[in-house]
């Protein structure tokens, strides 16, 4: 690789760790609203069902969205300024903490921020600036999403997870990872694979082991990386899961009948599969992709 070229690809790596930066700034705020946004959706929904009139608690006046109203601190209502909230170096700059009452602010925020941005830049080296790259940015910044989500309120939302599915299919009507009918068998196979796992529990046991968010999920990651590279994910996200729980209930003392979410392995197993899927198949398996 010339001089030239190598400066291109660092300042091609360079800008998409600042892109993931940003969006992962973005992504907090959709980890902490969306929850609250469902919430207040389905409360509507339940009391135009049930013809009461809506909480007024549940349906406040000010538009809660997104992008209303500004990021603010939840115990002094500060409004986050501009130089407040540029992503890790406000965070370090504060000491962590909020500028007007001192309430600490979770180390969570800089860090969703870091993996972000760190993951935006490995795909663009795997990648480069190809239609390929672009959409492992779309599907790593979901998962990430998905992840805060899920290890928050044990959800995953639709909102996400079925526009994910069909973004999948789409990119993949050009071949950008895999072909179009394995992207339309790894759809229905990821979904199929969960939901006879979950019945087999469930007939078994009388209780339910995960939730459909998750089968959606696998589906998800089917639709983008082709039925091939389910079996290296359900395999990661399985030890990932079982080793994270173990360790919760030997060092944390989390309860046994204390639910774990799955969605968070899922999410790490498909980037892993997405960067290194096909390498780790043909190291373990021996078969080429």
Not at 14 to 19: D, T
Not at 187 to 210: C, D, H, N, P, R
Request: one cysteine or more; aromatic letters at 10%.
């Amino acid at each position: 690789m010339d001089t030239l070229a190598l400066a291109d690809s660092s300042a091609i790596i360079a800008c998409a760790a600042l892109l993931g930066l940003i969006v992962g700034s973005f992504l907090n705020v959709v980890i902490h609203r969306l929850p609250i946004m469902m919430e207040r959706d389905w409360a509507a929904q339940c009391a135009d069902f049930l013809g009461a009139p809506a909480d007024a608690d549940a349906q406040p006046a000010t538009p809660f969205n997104l992008s209303r109203p500004r990021s603010h601190c939840p115990k002094c209502q500060h409004t986050i300024t501009p130089l407040e909230n540029i992503p890790v170096l406000s965070w370090l700059w504060l000491r962590g903490r909020c500028r007007a009452c001192g309430t600490s602010i979770a180390i969570r925020y800089p860090l969703v921020e870091l993996t972000t941005g760190a993951l935006f830049a490995v795909a663009a080296l795997y990648f480069g600036l190809t239609l390929a790259g672009m959409g492992a940015l779309i599907f790593i910044a979901a998962l990430i999403a998905l992840t805060g989500i899920d290890y928050d309120t044990q959800l995953l939302p639709d909102d996400i997870t079925l526009p994910l599915l069909w973004l999948g299919l789409l990119f993949n009507l050009v071949g950008t990872y895999t072909s179009l009918s394995s992207a339309v068998i790894g759809a229905v196979a990821g979904y199929l694979s969960l939901w006879a796992i979950y019945w087999s529990f469930k007939l078994i046991t009388g209780k339910e082991g995960m939730g459909y968010g998750d089968f959606k999920l696998l589906a998800a990651l089917g639709a983008w990386l082709g039925w091939q590279m389910l079996p290296v994910t359900i395999l990661l996200s399985s030890l990932v899961g079982a080793a994270v729980g173990i360790g919760l209930i030997v060092f944390a003392k989390h309860g046994r009948q204390e639910p774990i979410p799955f969605g968070p392995y899922l999410a790490a197993a498909g980037i892993v599969a997405l960067l290194w899927g096909k390498q780790i198949t043909h190291a373990y398996l021996g078969i080429n992709l």
